[in-house]
């Protein structure tokens, strides 16, 4: 019987190599700044093209499910790219590799309007899309490997910006470009935050030299195995609610195939010298907690965003200019929230598992409070429910990444972020196939029990026929949205449950006396 190589090699084939740590100081600051900013650009670029789809479609000629191969192609290439972006930024210097990403980001944004035609447009958001999807493991391996112990949770804080803050921007900055400016602008938007991202990480990170040894152990087979897998899963998730799922060929062969290359990965992962993923990593129980308990977080994050979009949208018309306050009552107060909660975590006494169970907890208060929605409700009878996410959000996810990182060796930090950053792209994927599937279901049922039940209704004549289709409509877009509300907020308290058995009490990092 051949025997397994030892995870040994993958733990010390890098810290020989490793570069030395860099002094702390104001260049740093504001290279890791340039570095969030790339991170949230990419973030808010993709959830603005996705708001104005509509408004690119029409300028641009193209179908509705034209539209839904543009979203599926981006995304998946930008899942995929998180899996592979620390290797890369490794072998190739986590500088030098930063700024050919943003830079590749920034023209592709600038060319995609021009695109002659469908495919060409498709292939320009995809390299996109790539580059993209590279950047936000840059952003957790700068403030692992560079910031000092005392703060390094107001790192991870701006990390988590891209969790709590930069989604909520998406459906503002469409409003502003598409209304006032023209759809070319969601695209081109990017431009001046790239160009200052590209400057501040230039003159602020440390060149590191190149490591082009690592490529005599190249993992060449995980690549190949890999990147179709997380593509192909992707895809399929996107497209699965548009084409029934499982009734079609193309999403079994999508999600079937992705599964049997993933696996395949997987066990190629555990051997390997110098992998991509380091499965042994899954033995550390915060690291496993942080990454299962990651998915439902994202998955209610999604959810208390798209639930009242939608139904604002559809019941009362609202376009994207009147959600936008909405979205900024959470967004724009992040910004205090998150270091207030950085700076509760610091304290040694704060057992940051508790800190993230009233997070879940609020936020299951906050749906609970959603499920009573009625037809009659409009923005400001949101307000409540945007209050209490406000403080919900940082507290559910910040935890998370300390949890995650904080009982790893500082060699385990490309590894850590491979892991947190694909499973976080993947589940925020997986989260919105769940959410469209359960909006289909439970329209579908509250549309059949309304229509039986007027269909016998003595009272219905043809003087109240006109205006019953809308009404109807809006009774049951308010009833589906009640039962997402509802069963958010159980997949809020089901994460409390996970807390007293898995996770161990980690304490803020400090420095070593």
Known sequence: ???????????????????????????LVVGLCGVLLAVLISGINENVTKVALADIRGAMGFSVDDGSWIIALYTAMSVSAMAFAPWCAVTFSLRRFAMVMIGAFMVLGVVCPFAPDLPSFLILRALQGLAGGALPPLLMSVALRFLPPGIKLYGLAGYALTATFGP??????AALWVEFVGWQWAFWQIVPWCLAALGMVAWGLPQDPLRLERFAQFNGVGLALGFPALVMLVIGLVQGPRLEWFASPLICLL?????????????????????????????NRNLSYAL???GGVLFVLLAVIMIPSSFLAKV?????????????????????ALPLVATLLNQRRVDSRWVQAIGLGLLALACGLGAQLTTEWHR???????????????MAVLPLLLLATGSLAPTDGPFASAWFNTVKGFAAVLAGGVLEAVTTVRSHLHSTVLVDRIGNAPWLDASTAPG?????????????SADLYLIVAWVAVALIALIPWLPTRIHPPRAVA
Do not use: C
């Not at 025997?3 to 010390?12: D, F, K, N, R």
């Not at 290359?261 to 042994?280: D, R, V």
């Not at 409509?473 to 589906?480: G, K, N, P």
């Open 1 to 27: 019987m051949t025997a397994v190589p030892a995870p040994l090699p993958m733990a010390t084939a890098a810290p020989a190599a490793l570069p030395a740590q860099t002094a702390f100081g104001l260049r």
């Open 168 to 173: 909520s921007l998406g459906t503002p900055m």
């Open 255 to 283: 999600l079937g195939g992705g599964s049997g290359l993933l696996a395949l990965f997987l066990y190629n992962e555990w051997s390997h010298p110098l992998p991509f993923f380091k499965l042994q990593l899954l033995a």
């Open 292 to 294: 299962i308990t990651l």
């Open 316 to 336: 009362q018309g609202y376009r994207p200019l009147q959600t936008a306050p909405m979205l900024l009552w959470v967004a724009l107060p992040q910004l205090i």
């Open 380 to 394: 400001d009878n949101f307000a409540w429910l945007q209050v209490i996410q406000i403080i919900a959000q940082p």
């Open 468 to 480: 019953l289709g809308a009404r109807l409509h809006a009774q049951v877009v308010a009833l589906t």
